[in-house]
């Protein structure tokens, strides 16, 4: 089974320009997080989707990252303009839903990330 | 809010020894616990995960367990091997997946 694709790997800008990242979660799954890592902390949580609708973005700077996930599949992460202290790994992942009718909550499985560094 | 904190911060051992990583967490209302190992550069690679009505899971040289109540889970890792060099997270999942800052182990050959 192929595991949650991201792209970019890497990419460097420059401090006020745009950038854009790449989600493609595994088939089927209907819940996709972004979370944003800077260097030496844990992952935060920017975004969940549960298909195309958002469920939570209240730790997401709406001034300047914006997400999508049309057709409810993949989704794209977006920073503009871009601040220096944007330089951080964000790393996306998805899961099946998010609670079972049981009351224990669906396993996340995570993509390799993208390093961004703004200069 | 939920707080997870990870104690040691870095940790180095000669290769063969035995050790415990530790994770805390401020509020037991949560469905379940995770451990994760993240390479240099690299996504999270998940190694156990707990539900909250178990005490401990085992994979291999890993052992984690879980006291919910007391809001604490170590990860046991036995004869430590250099390829076990990496960063260690503790996530619990609550109405959100949170994280500790992690642990930076280093195995000394």
């Known amino acids: 089974e192929a595991g949650v694709a991201q792209s970019p790997r890497y990419k460097i800008i420059e401090k006020r320009q745009s950038v854009a990242f790449w989600c493609n979660p595994i088939s089927g799954h209907a819940t996709l997080y972004w979370y944003q890592q800077i260097l030496g902390q844990g992952p935060k949580l920017l975004i969940q989707f549960q298909n195309n609708g958002v469920v939570d973005d209240s730790q997401l700077p709406k001034d300047r990252f914006s997400a999508e996930r049309l057709k409810g599949v993949d989704s794209t992460l977006k920073i503009q303009p871009a601040k220096l202290e944007d330089s951080a790994v964000y790393l996306c992942a998805s899961s099946l839903g998010e609670i079972r009718v049981s009351g224990t909550a669906y396993e996340q499985y995570f993509g390799p990330g993208t390093r961004l560094t703004v200069t | ?109």
């Open chain 2, 1 to 109: 809010k939920q707080e997870v904190t990870q104690i040691p911060a870095a940790l180095s051992v000669p290769e063969g020894e035995n050790l415990v990583l530790n994770c805390s967490f401020t509020d037991s209302a949560i469905y379940n616990l995770q451990w994760f190992r993240q390479d240099p550069g690299k996504g999270l690679t998940s190694l156990l995960l707990i539900q909250s009505s178990q005490r401990e899971q085992t994979s291999g040289r890993l052992n984690a367990s879980l006291d919910k109540s007391s809001g604490r889970s170590t990860l046991y890792i036995a004869a430590s091997q250099p390829g076990d060099s990496a960063t260690y997270l503790c996530a619990v999942r609550a109405n959100n997946l949170f994280f500790g800052t992690g642990t930076r182990l280093t195995v000394i050959p």
